[in-house]
């Protein structure tokens, strides 16, 4: 098939990129570099082809208190490359299948977090305008079906991590500054703090099994909401003694600072409909999941953990 992604070069892109050639694909790549989605011409430099399936994986964040100071910009940014991306798939490539991410922050953390309820409730308020923007794809997307029947789908992720996270400076999730401070406080013993008590919970899909269930997801369903999730949280506290004891820190010496953001205290999906599409698929247990991502960590260390 022929493939045009936007938001190729970043973490999930080039997971899924890869994945996607591994299986015989063309893939056309899109990134900030070679096409400025917040202008409305940007992606007439690709209608020489036509496309079998358009992933629409970029966005305009950052994890940690990134949405606290930026919801004006957020709004703008991302309304404006959605926006626009809609349009030239109606107009120019109504042929192609859509499949893009949703955030599970669009969620009302009051009620159960199934995809029923993607579009009830209000989201948490640090996260409110990010999470309308996603909420307002995915209205795109239903809409767009509705009046001319294209083809979409809809995928709502957990938290993902593993290898080849960016590094070009961002604010990190959770999972990776954690793995960053500890690693630190072991090479340079400087003080490892961690935000919150550490009994807030989260939950962890590991990429390379993103970008497989999203394939396979993509050559089977149409027109739906799906999230994807392990159906299972644990504590940071949980998640950063398993790190140190990969990476051999003892994890008694951490600091936890309570007068920090920490964002919603749960954040678990309910994955029933995933497992329902995809029966037999396996997650990467999360041992061995950290255990690579801690590899690599250390493979980059100069990028990620510079000496002071």
């Known amino acids: 098939m022929k493939i045009l992604i936007t938001g190729a070069m970043g973490f999930v ?5 890869s994945q996607l050639q591994a299986q015989g694909h063309e893939i056309v790549r899109l990134n900030s570099k070679n096409c400025d989605l917040t202008q409305t011409d940007s992606l007439l430099n690709f209608n020489d082809h036509n496309y079998d399936q358009i992933y629409h994986l970029a966005a305009w964040t950052q994890a940690g208190d990134f949405c606290l100071y930026h919801p004006g910009e957020q709004w703008i940014i991302n309304q404006q490359m959605n926006t626009n991306i809609l349009i030239w798939w109606q ?26 309820n993607y579009l009830t409730g209000i989201p ?33 992720p957990s938290t993902l991590y593993g290898p080849r996270y960016h590094t070009d400076g961002r604010q990190m999730h959770f999972v990776f500054d954690l793995i960053r401070k500890i690693i630190r406080g072991k090479l340079y013993s400087e003080p490892v703090v961690l935000w919150g008590d550490g009994t807030q919970l989260r939950e962890l899909v590991f990429v390379e099994d993103f970008a497989k269930i999203t394939t396979q997801l993509a050559a089977t369903i149409d027109n739906d909401l799906i999230n994807i999730g392990a159906g299972k949280e644990y504590t940071i506290r949980h998640f950063a003694k398993l790190i140190c004891r990969e990476v051999d820190y003892d994890f008694n010496q951490i600091e936890f600072d309570t007068s ?6 749960s954040k678990c999906l309910v994955v029933e409909k995933l497992k329902e599409s995809l029966p037999n698929f396996k997650l990467t247990p999360l041992e061995l999941g950290l255990a690579k991502t801690i590899e690599w960590f250390w493979l980059e260390q100069g990028k990620l953990i510079p000496a002071r």
Do not use: W
């Open 260 to 265: 920090r953001y920490v964002g919603a205290r």
């Open 91 to 116: 107009k120019y490539q109504p042929q192609a299948k859509f499949i893009c991410m949703g955030t599970s922050c669009a969620y009302d953390p009051h009620l159960p977090l199934f995809e029923e």
């Open 13 to 17: 892109g080039t997971n899924l990129c």
């Open 124 to 156: 948490i308020s640090s996260l409110f305008t990010y999470a309308m923007t996603k909420r307002m794809l995915y209205a795109g997307l239903l809409a767009l079906n509705k009046q001319y029947g294209l083809k979409y789908l809809c995928l709502v």
